[in-house]
C-alpha cells in the first residue's frame, strides 16, 4: 500500500482530490461540512468524471452552522440532471452522536485512492486550514481498503440518513436563516462582547509549548543523533547516507530527506543556520 501525508501546507488537499477525482470511475464522498467555494475546488474534476460515466455519491452532515443549504441545492440538482449522482443528508438530534467523518474514496477499476483525515468540503478545509489526511492507494482487494468501504456504508446506511428532496432543502435553508439571525444578536450582546475581549486578552498572556528532546521522533531522532557537535555541514551528514537507507529502505531519496530533517530540527530550535550548507547545534 502507498501512503502519503497531506497538510494543505506542502501540498494541499484540493490538488490530490482533484486529480484523483477526475480520473476516477467511482467517487464517494463523506463529510460533516460542505461549502459552495469547497464544491467550486472539485466541480471540474467531478464533471470530467462524469462525462466518462462515472458515479458520484455524496453522504453530508446537515449542520444549520457549517453545512450551507446553497452546496445541497448545488449538489441535489446535479442528482436531478444526472442519474449518476446521489446525495444522502445525515440529521442530527441532540441525543445523537456529532456526525464528524472525512472520507473520499475514489476508485478507477480495481486501484482505489482514499483520503481520511480532517479536511471536510470547504474551501478551508481543502485549501486554507491547518489539516492532517492520510492518502492510501492499493487495490480493491487490500484488507484496509475494503474495510474503508465497509465504514462508508455504514455511514451510508446509518438510521438518521434520507434522501433529501426540493422541499427539505428549502426548510433547512429557512432553518439556516433563522439560526444565523440568532447567532448575530447573541454576537451583538454585551455580555458575549465583554467576555470575548477578556478571553482574547487571556490568549495573549498564556505560555506557548516549547520543543524539547521528546518531541524527535523517527527520522528527526535519528538525524538529531547523528549531527557532531559544533559546525557542520550537510556533506558530512551525508557520509550516513547507507546508514539510514538501511533503516529507511523505502526512500529513493535519503538527501533531501536529511536537508528537510535539518529545515524542520531548525525550526524548532535545535539547531542555527549558518550559511548555505551549514549547521550547528544550539545546546
Known sequence: MKISLIDNEKTKTAENLSSLISDSDDTRIAVAFVSRDGLRQIVNSLETSLDRGAHVEFLV??????????????????????PCVSLFCHISDSRASIYHPKLYLMRRRNQVSAIIGSSNLTRRGLVENIEINLLLQDEISNTVISETYELYNKLKFHKNRVIPDSEFIDMYEGLCKETEKQDHLISRGSVYRRLNIEYTEKVKRLKKPKPSRSDLVGWLELVYDSLPEGLFTNSQIYRKESEFKRLYPDNMN?????????????NLGFLRHEGTGKWSKIE
Open 254 to 266: 535519503i538527501r533531501a530527506k536529511i536537508r528537510q530533517q535539518l529545515q524542520l530540527l531548525e
Open 61 to 82: 452532515g446537515m449542520n444549520m452552522r457549517a453545512t450551507d443549504p446553497k452546496a445541497i441545492r448545488q449538489i441535489y440538482n446535479m442528482t436531478v440532471r444526472n
